[in-house]
């Protein structure tokens, strides 16, 4: 078994014998998954599988294909990366342990779809997909990407749904979320290089400048590294999608939603987006392609197939207002 495939493995079998989550990518040899195929959370029925035979797909739309760079139009494929999670309904791992699947995953696939092209998908940690656009590996970064002004100076956005977090703590946990305040003496697990780390960080700057005490910032590569935290006690909260927040909260048991956010704080509604290389041609195209599958329904299919309609967008922008720079 590959190392990667092998490290996959026990991060999975961790977090199912400690949080009893779904056995999403619990595996024996490949073909030979004891996982069950769907998970039912709040009444919602999540494919698991990694045929996703539920899938939403669309014909190829001339006028929109014809939009691409020549270069992308020639070559057929759509490269795509992004990160893979433990948890529904992001980007995470089927029952086979390697095929990645999700509402991100479903966008990649009616984007392609629509653009007639194929889907190549690549995965990597938070800051190797950045690299991975920079140096030309993939084509577009499609894993609950948020806009910020920071990311704009490098990359165009084509957005398709609300940005919103959620704080999820301990479900004995007595305290109660009003305000940045609130966070004051507690620990926090947050997302390395992730919008609510930029949000953390200044909540707790404008905390000290106000005489209250600092938050303690706790930092996580894997969701079953801060769920495991948050079970032992280790972590008061932890600050992250809310999408992948609701489902582990409902489906483990152990664990609330205390409050829920814009990811870009109180400045704004942030939005996610598919992340491309600046002014490489792409973003037109992939915004007129997101545009067409909210006009014709089939937006509204992908996000109520994960339980996100909540967080649909009305249309796609290019490059809308972003979460504001880091000061200094």
């Known amino acids: 078994m590959p190392q990667a495939h092998r490290r996959r493995r026990i991060t999975a079998l961790a977090a199912l014998t400690v949080l009893g989550l779904f056995a999403a990518s619990a595996c024996g040899k ?4 004891d996982a069950p195929a769907s998970n039912t959370v709040n009444g919602l029925s999540y494919d698991l599988s990694p045929a996703q035979s539920g899938r939403v797909h669309a014909a190829k739309v001339d006028a929109l294909a014809a939009q691409l760079p ?19 309904p992001l980007r995470f791992y ?4 390697r095929t990645p699947i999700g509402s991100d995953a479903d966008i990649s696939y009616l984007l392609a779809d629509l653009l007639g092209l194929k889907v190549e998908t ?29 990311r704009k100076e490098k990359y165009d956005f084509a957005t398709y749904r609300l940005d919103n977090i959620a704080l999820e703590v301990p479900k004995d946990a007595t305290w109660t979320y ?47 590294d801060y769920y495991l935290a948050l079970s032992s006690g280790r972590l008061d909260g932890y600050l992250g999608p809310n999408p ?3 489902y582990h909260a409902a489906s483990a048991g152990q664990t609330k939603v205390v409050t829920t956010l814009s990811g870009a704080g109180d400045a704004l509604q942030a939005e996610i987006g598919v992340l491309t290389k600046k002014d490489n041609g792409l973003a037109g195209p992939l915004r007129a392609a997101i545009q067409y599958a909210i006009d014709n329904g089939l937006y509204k299919q992908v996000l109520d197939r994960w339980g996100l309609g909540g967080e649909a967008v009305p249309q796609s922008r290019i490059n809308p207002p972003g979460l504001p720079k880091k000061k200094g």
């Open 70 to 88: 020549a270069a992308v139009r020639d070559r057929g494929t759509l490269v795509v990366t992004g990160s893979v999670g433990a948890t529904p």
């Open 244 to 246: 992948s927040a609701q």
């Open 178 to 224: 009003q305000d940045r305040k609130s966070l004051a003496g507690k620990t926090i697990g947050v997302g390395t290089a992730t919008n609510q780390e930029q949000l953390l960080v200044k909540w707790n700057e404008d905390n000290i400048a106000a005489g209250l005490p600092k938050i303690d910032l706790a930092y996580y590569e894997k969701t079953s």
């Open 122 to 150: 690549r995965i990597g940690d938070w800051a190797q997909n950045f690299v991975k656009v920079d140096s030309g590996e993939a084509d577009v970064f499609i894993s609950n990407v948020t806009v910020t002004e920071e």
């Open 30 to 33: 490949d073909g030979d998954s």
């Open 94 to 97: 089927a029952t086979d342990d």
